[in-house]
């Protein structure tokens, strides 16, 4: 019981509550003050059979805008004495097949693939509406899924402003190489530039969208992670001509070994996914720029002079 007004007793008086007929009852007049109302809490109904299940699922799958008919079917039992029972239905129903097998296949390979890279539901969203239309084409066959399924997460991720590297994505795509992966990326923009009549915007990578992640993956300090964003900004106003992931990779190696907590290139390079030769690289071409892009703010304390510099 619980406490309501009672526009007859003129007062707050207890109420009960008919779940059957759904009314609110003064529980001292008799009023009803509210009729029809919805029960809002957990129906723990179950449909199952009579096996002893006690599944309270009472909902099926959610609806999926990308789909025909929603992903909404129609599923026929074996028959009312069970699995021995009559299965004649049962068998007509499956012999005309699912015609979204192969898309729903898809779509789950994007969700695990987008799952295991910590990706938020936008870009899940992004990639499957990209298969979609690669589906809708009819280019999809014979090729491989895994790298199609990955070249749309690439894309996805670049178009919401979250990219990830190749290389990162081929380590959670068993079945596809780097090299398939970068051919699969480019037959999607090659296909959808033929739908829209004109190039996809992919979106322009900057090193800065790199940074938050690469760092912590590193285990770098606030003042550290700071230092390095303001760097890669500073950059941009050098002729540094270097992909933005190494450049990222370079200057995350150059502020750290300003810092009391080196770290070693090796781990550089395996964070960030680039190869130790291309930060030695990169970070000569950074190397003459440092006291220019390093924030004084960072460097009153510690001596640019006693950064490393890589012999040519």
């Known amino acids: 019981m619980s406490d309501n007004f009672c526009s ?3 007062r707050h008086t207890e109420v009960v509550l008919d779940h059957a007929a759904g009314d609110t009852v003064c529980s001292e007049c008799g009023l009803v003050l509210e009729s029809r109302s919805i029960d ?6 179950t449909f199952a059979d009579d096996s002893g299940s006690n599944d ?6 959610p609806v999926n805008p990308l789909l025909s008919d929603g992903v ?7 028959g009312l004495n069970g699995p021995n029972g009559d299965a004649s239905l049962a068998r007509l129903k499956n012999r005309g097949g699912d015609p979204h097998r192969a898309i729903v296949v898809a779509f789950k390979s994007i969700t695990n693939m987008a799952d295991r890279l910590s990706l938020v539901t936008t ?9 979609k239309r690669l589906e809708d084409q009819k280019c999809t066959r014979g090729r491989n899924l895994e790298a199609l399924v990955a070249g749309c997460i690439y894309i996805a991720c670049r178009q919401e402003g979250k990219p990830r590297t ?3 994505i081929c380590s959670i795509a ?7 992966i970068g051919r699969a990326k480019e037959f999607i923009v090659n296909q959808l530039k033929v739908e829209m009549g004109e190039s996809m915007e992919m979106g322009t990578i900057h090193a800065e969208d790199y940074l938050r992640r690469f760092c912590s993956n590193l285990g770098m300090r606030h003042e ?8 890669v900004l500073k950059s941009r106003e050098f002729d540094i001509r270097r992909s933005p992931i190494s450049i990222a990779a370079a200057i995350i190696f150059l502020i750290t070994q300003l810092s009391d907590s080196k770290k070693p290139l090796r781990d550089i390079s395996i964070a960030t996914t680039v190869a130790e030769g291309t930060i030695k690289n990169t970070y000569k071409d950074i190397y003459p720029h440092a006291p220019k892009i390093v924030p004084d703010w960072y460097t009153k304390e510690r001596d640019l002079k006693n950064l490393c510099c890589f012999k040519s």
């Open 166 to 168: 190749v290389k990162e």
């Open 40 to 45: 809002e809490t957990s129906e723990w109904r």
């Open 224 to 231: 550290e992670v700071k230092a390095v964003e303001e760097t």
């Open 56 to 61: 309270p699922n009472r909902v099926g799958v």
């Open 174 to 180: 068993s079945g596809a190489s780097k090299k398939e």
């Open 8 to 10: 007859d007793c003129k």
């Open 72 to 78: 909404l079917s129609t599923f026929i039992s074996p």
């Open 123 to 131: 870009i899940k969203d992004r990639a499957s509406e990209i298969y």
